[in-house]
């Protein structure tokens, strides 16, 4: 179980994360609506194109991110943030460091992991 010292620091880890993606989701609607572009060369126009693709699939990865910060900062509002959603057990600090989102203890993650590979997924 963490400590109030504890939860405040992962909350506050958790909302300056989600800060900085929704910046960084600001400032990708900012350039993408700049329409003064014109390109005489075609391979100019196909490059920009694949660098906005680019940038658009790191935004829809940001965006689930931001989901599972969201779920996270709720879970530590009703005192369940670091409990393992499959066995209950305490999830470890380090991992909570590392990866502030996670649901899973380290174990039952790896066993998750291989599931997910026996079937292929």
């Known amino acids: 179980m963490l400590s109030e010292k504890d939860q405040e620091y992962f909350k506050e880890l958790l909302n300056e994360r989600l800060a900085a993606l929704l910046g960084e989701a600001t ?6 609506t700049d329409h003064g572009e014109t390109f005489p060369d ?9 660098e906005r693709n680019f940038t658009l699939r790191i935004r829809d990865r940001e965006r689930k991110l931001i989901g ?6 709720s879970r530590i509002d009703q005192g369940t ?7 209950g057990d305490d999830i470890s600090q380090k991992r909570l460091k590392a990866r502030p989102v996670t649901t899973l203890c380290i174990n039952c993650k790896k066993k998750q992991e291989s599931e997910e590979k026996l079937k292929g997924l």
């Open 42 to 50: 075609p391979t100019d126009r196909a490059t920009l194109e694949s």
């Open 68 to 73: 599972k910060i969201k779920e996270a900062l």
């Open 27 to 32: 400032k990708t609607m900012e350039t993408m």
């Open 81 to 87: 943030f670091g409990i393992c959603e499959a066995c």
